[in-house]
């Protein structure tokens, strides 16, 4: 009997064990960041057994304007929208330097304007074209991390920039003055960093290889209406309920392939956060900790908590502890920079650069802490001077 033969009469079940056993291990690869997420939402679950409260874990217009951008985002895409964008982008700049400066500029304005994580979904699949484009991949890591700094950093200086901003803002009811410049020092010093950190790039002549792409200008036109509902949305200015009535329903009709083209597991991801952080934020160690260390420095131990439960959810916990809120906005903000969960944005930097460059997570998560921790510090120690 040839081996042919032998390959045919294997069970059917050995077939659909060795295609499972094959389309799993393409997820976990795919999907490494969810796969952790839900692990530790697992794990927290057990030692804080569900219940009615973890309907409050939840922010339902976060995860709606990532839902509306996210199908935008894909609608776009697919009239080649980020392509064309990307030539535009080549051809007024002169360089890789030039181009790099462009996409983290644009990168630290949108998070200015539509908040870090929108910013860096819009800009995150611009950056990767510009790159890939002109043959210049082997910066993507950096360029990535460096437009993730600059989404996490560059909102620190509006109420709406970041969430934990918003969330503050309406907590202690602050004086939208007083908002901008109590946080305007450390945005001057944070643009100052990250202008510093693109000369690193080299100034490379840009030769871009690939087709030029027209646009569909109904689509386009349509599209970028509905990306500024999505914006309409962030910026609170309708309910969150109507842009995930419309948005969906325009996409049904106008293209529907765009819906399946979300990355749902992203928005898993931050529903197991979710959960992860506030389980995290009801045990009674971790509250009673909180305490001791606030009262010795709300900065310091304020911005350590973030890299542990992130800066939402460190924002939310501690400023039930705490009146000091100059401190608390500080700690917060500083504090998105460190490790990858120590903002909700950085993860999305994080899949993003995966679906790209797969098997290469371990490379970009040791220049991702090295560049991060490096603003920590230097932010950190900033905000002790001026508090």
């Keep these: 009997m040839n081996k042919l033969t032998q390959r045919r009469r294997r069970p059917a079940s050995w077939l659909n064990l060795h295609e499972l056993a094959a389309l799993t291990s393409a997820f976990l690869r795919k999907n490494t960041v969810f796969v952790i997420a839900l692990a530790a939402a697992a794990i927290t679950s057990i030692i804080v057994p569900p219940d009615m409260e973890y309907i409050s874990y939840f922010d339902p217009r976060t995860l709606t304007c990532l839902f509306c951008t996210l199908a935008v985002i894909c609608a776009l895409r ?20 030039n181009s790099v400066i462009a996409l ?27 790159l890939e484009r002109t043959n210049n991949q082997k910066y993507m890591a950096y360029v990535f991390i460096l437009q993730n700094i600059a989404a996490n950093l560059g909102g620190m200086v509006t109420p709406f920039g970041n969430p934990q ?15 901008m410049l109590t946080m305007l020092p450390p945005f001057v010093l944070a643009v100052t960093l990250i202008t510093a950190c693109c000369f690193a790039v080299p100034k490379a002549a840009l030769v871009y290889d690939g087709e030029t792409h027209a646009m569909p200008k109904a689509r386009l036109a349509l599209y970028l209406a509905l990306f500024a509902l999505a914006i309409v949305v962030v910026f609170r200015v309708i309910p969150y309920q109507i842009g995930l009535i419309l948005i969906p329903l325009v996409m049904m009709f ?7 083209d979300v ?62 809120y100059r401190e608390l906005l500080y700690g917060v903000n500083v504090g998105g920079c460190g490790t990858l969960i120590a903002s909700l944005a950085s993860l999305i930097t994080f899949r993003e650069y995966l679906a790209h460059n ?19 510090g230097i932010l950190l120690g900033f905000c002790f001077l001026i508090k």
């Design 165 to 179: 901003n918003l969330y503050l803002y309406s907590y202690f009811n602050i004086p939208t003055g007083e908002f």
């Design 263 to 324: 990355d749902y597991a992203l928005l898993g991801t931050f529903v197991c956060f979710f959960i992860f952080s506030g389980n995290v934020s009801r045990m009674d160690a971790v509250r009673v900790v909180m305490e001791t260390l606030l009262e010795k420095s709300t900065l310091l131990f304020s911005s350590l908590s973030c890299q542990f439960i992130s800066n939402v959810p460190s924002a939310v916990l501690l400023s039930k502890f705490t009146d000091n």
């Design 104 to 130: 983290v500029y644009i990168t630290f304005i949108g998070s200015m304007l539509i908040a870090n994580d929108m910013a860096l979904i819009t800009f995150l699949p611009l950056g990767f074209i510009v």
């Design 358 to 376: 797969p098997g290469c997570a371990k490379k970009y998560i040791v220049l991702f802490s090295v560049m991060n921790f490096a603003f920590f």
């Design 78 to 97: 697919r009239i080649h929208f980020f392509s064309a964008a990307a030539e535009k982008i080549i051809s007024l700049t002169s360089n890789l330097r």
């Design 254 to 260: 106008a293209d529907r392939k765009s819906l399946a």
